[in-house]
Nanobody, 114 residues
């Protein structure tokens, strides 16, 4: 079992920045692929970015150049640095861990509004 706890969400003006954190416990964090998803009201959950156990990364086109996913295996934590935020980035952001099974965090709200 893996437990995931997100933090760092909040409200920010367009052009601002936030850093989300996902603290993992319960298993060997370094073996898991980690990802961030988001779900806006009335829309399907979508992949924002992922990072493999080896460190390779992948981003949705809508966030390339603005968001950076990273991981600190010593701290059992994954991060999503979000810069140049736009109103369309408003959503609940979920942390996801996958190895053989997949696990989800409870989500953290990000609101981008002037």
């Amino acid at each position: 079992q893996v437990q995931l706890v997100e933090s760092g969400g909040g409200s920010v003006q367009p052009g601002g920045s936030l850093r989300l954190s996902c603290a993992a416990s319960g298993s060997i964090f370094s073996l898991y692929a980690m990802a961030w998803y988001r779900q806006a009201p009335g829309k399907q959950r979508e992949l924002v970015a992922d990072i493999a156990s080896g460190g390779s990364t992948n981003y949705a086109d809508s966030v390339k150049g603005r968001f950076t996913i990273s991981r600190d295996n010593a701290k059992n934590t994954a991060y999503l640095q979000m810069n140049s935020l736009k109103p369309e980035d408003t959503a609940v952001y979920y942390c996801h861990a996958r190895r053989i099974k997949a696990y989800w965090g409870q989500g953290t709200q990000v609101t981008v509004s002037s």
